[in-house]
């Protein structure tokens, strides 16, 4: 009997020992296999959302990948927050070391009396682990797994590192990720904004979030938060003040598409321009501060829409199922880009003509002709013939007749340097190529940056091709007193560290001496005083700019300009048919720009309203007519001996 108690007990102890060896290589192989997944949430790196700005930080549009996540830092998130999870998730956080022991046994007991899951005991740590590295099934060996992971998440991090990265890695419904988003996203808020009501139904939607979304169940999001206000009531976090107030309101919800985006075709052009440059832009949490205003882009394209409804009301009938515009407004002394509009409906084509459409600027190319010829000595009173030439040219390897011709289909003999830009006349124009020789041009030409231009005299009615940002670009040489200025959409970009990874500086080049430019100026301020650009006139705003119509009505310009500000605009049809006879630059486009600048000096009355005149331009008067001049740009004898008739009989 003796012997069989002692063998009975040694089988005991061995199958104890046993299975504690067993318990204890089965702990040891498993804290092994998720080992690896403890690091994961340790060594955090979650997909963060990009964010991009106008220049006074609106937000322009959102940019991410599967996770739509705002990262917020712990010591931004107010501890109203941080109470109010504690109330309703895990009252103890603070003391437990990753499990709670007591609430794992009560959780026990009741799945044993029901004989299935029906109660939880997770902690936020576990919850953590859960949502980050493990299934949502559940099963002994993946609750095992949770509390080993959770241990050693605890054993690295402090508690607040661990509840930051639990506000930011949970799903809060709607496609939420991390509360700042939720915050934003639900409420149009930002965490320090957010009521105690606001915060307990944010907090309340870890839990079951498809179902407590308040867009979709309204009054189930406020039960919960509710239940959450009553916790925090109970542990006496919130006086029955805060809690009666709390209980009765009623936030308004929004319910906003994921993918903000207020302005797309600059969302574009900005990830063109980062193309390349930034391997994770999309997921990388960047903040991307763009030069764009976006008061101004809401007016650009509200007054590029009429102009565009305005020419299809006039051409009714007319096929104009191609037709389309663009306009973009800069800042022409460092050449921040305030608006772009690649097109009248984006919808429709996300192609962005303002930056990719390489179209003919006609006329509007004219001032650069008449700014080298001011440069040689030519003054605005400089007399130009106006008479019709017919030119033998090389087409194709077949020699043919060009005669060139005005836009009124008539000529005026004799007209002065200014006459003839006002007025656009095509025929003074080629006439004074020809006087100052075409490879002179040429080479002044690619002075101002112009480059692969036609070397023939087509050139001089602007028969190369241009996107409206880089006449935009080239346009600053005149708006700017000589100076060109490079467009640019970028202000700066900061990592999610708030380390800055690039700042805005203009970029800059004295081409012209400020006292030529501002005589071409004045002249282009008289085509929207008196010439062919007078749609674009703002009452107590001096405007200038030159209209630009391509062959056969195919392109219509206006590139117009402030002391302060520049707006381009172009209006035709993508497959480069014609528009309707007679919707010319300053017929379609200049009513757009005139809008434009109307709408922005309206909205901003600070703007400088008149152009300064540099030292070293003199005002003459010839033939009763005022007239600027320089030291290079001199008028001779001829210039100023009286006309043998008044100006319109020269130029009508």
């Known amino acids: 009997m003796r012997l069989l108690f002692k063998t009975f007990t040694t089988l005991l102890l061995l199958l104890l ?51 739509h996540r705002e990262y917020v830092p712990y010591e931004a998130i107010p501890g109203r927050i941080i109470e109010a999870l504690l109330a309703i998730e895990d ?36 919850q953590l682990v859960k949502n980050m590295v493990l299934s949502r099934k559940k099963r002994i060996e993946r609750k095992i797994q949770e509390i080993l992971i959770a241990l050693e998440v605890e054993r690295h991090l402090s508690k607040e590192e661990i509840l930051e990265r639990y506000l930011n890695q949970v799903y809060f419904g709607h496609g939420y990720y991390g509360i700042a988003t939720a915050a934003r996203g639900y409420f149009n808020k930002g965490l320090n904004q ?53 209980l009765q309101e009623r936030p308004r919800v929004y319910d906003r598409s994921l993918t903000l985006n207020r302005a797309p075709y600059v969302v574009d052009e900005v990830l063109r321009l980062l193309k390349g440059k930034i391997s994770n832009l999309r997921t990388g949490g960047y903040e991307i501060v763009t030069t764009i205003d976006l008061e101004y882009q809401r007016i650009l394209e509200s007054q590029l829409a ?49 930056t990719q459409a390489k179209r003919q600027p006609g006329s509007a ?27 033998k040219v090389r087409i194709r390897g077949k020699e043919k007749l060009w005669q060139p011709k005005n836009y009124e289909r008539n000529f005026t003999g004799v007209i002065t340097l200014r006459q003839a830009l006002v007025h656009s006349r095509n025929l003074a124009t080629i006439n004074l190529v020809e006087a100052i020789g075409l490879d002179r041009l040429y080479q002044e030409l690619e002075r101002f940056g112009f480059r692969n231009l036609p070397k023939d005299l087509s050139l001089a009615l602007g028969s190369m091709s241009f996107s409206p940002w880089q006449l935009a670009g080239y346009y600053t040489i005149i708006s700017n007193y000589g100076t060109k200025t490079s467009p640019q959409l970028i202000e700066r970009i900061r990592s999610p560290k708030g380390e800055e990874l690039y700042r805005f500086e203009p970029i800059q080049e ?66 480069n048919t014609p528009l309707r006879q007679g919707e010319s630059g300053g017929r379609a486009a200049a009513p757009v720009v005139g809008g434009t600048i109307r709408e ?24 009763g007519r005022r007239e600027l001049f320089t030291d290079i740009s001199k008028p001779s004898r001829e210039d100023v001996e009286p006309s043998s008739g008044s100006e319109e009989e020269l130029l009508f």
């Open 510 to 575: 004295e081409v012209e001496q400020p006292q030529q430019a501002y005589l071409m100026i004045d002249i282009l301020k008289d085509v929207v005083r008196r010439g062919t650009g007078h749609r674009a006139r703002v009452k107590g705003v001096e405007v200038a700019g030159k209209t630009g119509t391509t062959n056969n009505y195919k392109d219509a310009w206006f590139c117009g300009f402030t002391p302060d500000i520049e707006v381009i605009v172009w209006f035709g049809q993508d497959d």
């Open 600 to 623: 922005i000096y309206r909205a901003h009355p600070e703007l400088s309203r008149t152009f300064p005149r540099p030292k070293g331009v003199y005002e003459i008067e010839i033939d």
């Open 194 to 246: 957010l009521t105690l009501k606001e915060i307990a139904m944010l907090v309340g939607l870890p839990r079951a979030p498809s179902y407590y979304d308040p867009t979709k169940n309204y009054a189930a999001s406020l039960k919960r938060a509710d239940r959450v206000l009553s916790r925090m009531h109970e542990l006496g976090w919130i006086d029955d003040r805060e809690f009666f107030a709390a």
């Open 306 to 354: 009429k102009g565009y409804r305005a020419i299809l009301e006039r051409g009714k009938g007319y096929d104009y199922s191609k037709l389309n515009g663009a306009g973009i407004v800069l800042r022409q002394r460092t050449g921040e880009v305030l608006a772009l509009v690649g097109g009248v409906d984006y919808l429709a084509s996300p192609f962005n003509r303002a």
């Open 17 to 67: 020992l046993g299975g504690m060896i067993w318990g204890i290589s089965y702990l040891a192989m498993t804290y092994a296999k998720v080992a690896p997944k403890a690091q994961t949430i340790i060594d955090y790196n979650p997909k963060l959302t990009t964010r991009i700005y106008d220049r006074h930080g609106e937000l322009i549009a959102t940019l991410f990948e599967g996770e």
């Open 91 to 126: 009252t103890n956080f603070f003391e437990h070391h990753g499990i709670n022991v007591d609430a794992i046994v009560r959780a026990l007991i009741k799945d044993i009396k029901a004989g299935r899951f029906v109660e939880g005991a997770s902690t936020i740590t576990q």
């Open 365 to 391: 190319f004219k001032p650069f002709v008449y700014l080298v010829a001011l440069d040689l000595g030519f003054s605005p009173a400089s007399k130009i013939p106006d008479v019709a030439r017919t030119y």
